[in-house]
């Protein structure tokens, strides 16, 4: 039987203990002990970067934000797709991810960091959004937490109330993209998607490609191309 490792841990800003594991040649992210992301099973995390390639023109400069680097795979999908003048934002929190990515996961996903097109933005991605020019983002993809209903940064609670929902649809240009990973459906959640002025639908997600069920969800919403006149009192 192969080893296991325990190749680094950090703590969260709530005190949480991460941690990051190896097993022959497979990489999970765990925390405090529980399972939070693996490398075999990221089918859920490529799905959410393809979700922007619609609304990537490989010709014209784009610009997208991934919440997030987790393993990669999001960065990976949205690099796939993306043209040379396209800018591509990794916000994480934790600067360790960061670091475990481009030493320990150098030759899963790490070397994506290396490539030109991407900025990393080190922080709280709440803070990477609000400071960034209205209508400026192609997309934005979110897979910070366990979704609407946070388990590794409770502060991550804005992100998905009406103000955060309000601040994140004002800085994508019309016809922008915002998605959402979620460890499970959250029907309120998504009527506040909807109540925010998107057009919303739910995308199940799958573990693995083969896999005959969905797992995850993933929130999409689309900022319309030409926003609806407020209804009168």
Not at 101 to 116: E, I, Q, S, V, Y
Not at 153 to 178: C, F, T, V
Request: contains cysteine.
């Amino acid at each position: 039987m192969k080893p296991h490792y325990n190749l680094a841990e950090t703590r969260t800003p709530d005190g949480a203990r991460l941690s990051l594991h190896e097993h022959d040649g497979s990489y999970c992210v765990r925390l405090n002990g529980q399972d939070l992301m693996h490398s075999s099973t990221s089918a859920s995390e490529v799905l959410l970067g393809e979700l922007a390639h619609t609304l990537i023109d490989t010709k014209a400069p784009t610009r997208t934000l991934i919440g997030g680097m987790g393993l990669g795979y999001t960065l990976k999908a949205v690099l796939a797709k993306a043209g040379p003048k396209a800018v591509v934002e990794v916000g994480e929190l934790m600067p360790e991810v960061i670091e475990w990515n481009r030493t320990f996961m150098a030759k899963l996903n790490g070397h994506l960091l290396d490539d030109p097109r991407v900025q990393v933005r080190l922080g709280d991605v709440i803070a990477t959004i609000s400071k960034a020019r209205p209508n400026s983002y192609d997309a934005i993809l979110l897979d910070v937490d366990n979704g609407p209903t946070p388990m590794v940064q409770h502060g991550n609670s804005r992100l998905y109330g009406e103000r955060g929902l309000a601040l994140m649809k004002s800085k994508l240009r019309a016809g922008g993209r915002l998605a959402i990973w979620s460890a499970s459906p959250d029907h309120t959640f998504e009527k506040r998607l909807r109540a925010a002025g998107f057009v919303a639908q739910a995308i199940p997600a799958k573990l693995f490609p083969t896999a005959k069920r969905s797992a995850y969800v993933i929130y999409v919403g689309d900022k319309p191309l030409v926003e609806a006149a407020p209804k009168k009192r």
